[in-house]
C-alpha cells in the first residue's frame, strides 16, 4: 500500500478568541501546521511534504490549543 500527498500550502491569518496566528495551510487535506515547530515561509514557498515529527491539526482550537502548551514547556 503507498501513500501519496501532494500539498498545496497558503499562508493564512486566523483569529480567534483575541488570537492571531499567522500559519500555512494544506488546502488538499485540510491541516493546519504550527508556525512554531515549522518556518510556514518554506512551507508554503516549496509546496513540500514537510518531515512526519512536525504536527498538523484539522481544526483551529487544536493548533491554539498546541501553541498554548509551548508557552507551557518553554
Known amino acids: 500500500m503507498s501513500f501519496s ?3 498545496k500550502w ?3 491569518v486566523i483569529k480567534n478568541h483575541g488570537i492571531r496566528i499567522t500559519t500555512a495551510y494544506d488546502e488538499v487535506s ?3 501546521a504550527c508556525p512554531l515547530c ?3 515561509d518554506e512551507l508554503v514557498k516549496y509546496g513540500r511534504v514537510p518531515d512526519e515529527k512536525i504536527p498538523f491539526f484539522y481544526s483551529i482550537r487544536d493548533l491554539i490549543f498546541h501553541i498554548i502548551s509551548h508557552r507551557k514547556t518553554h
Open 38 to 40: 515549522i518556518n510556514i
Open 5 to 7: 500527498w501532494k500539498p
Open 30 to 32: 485540510g491541516l493546519y
Open 10 to 12: 497558503k499562508k493564512v
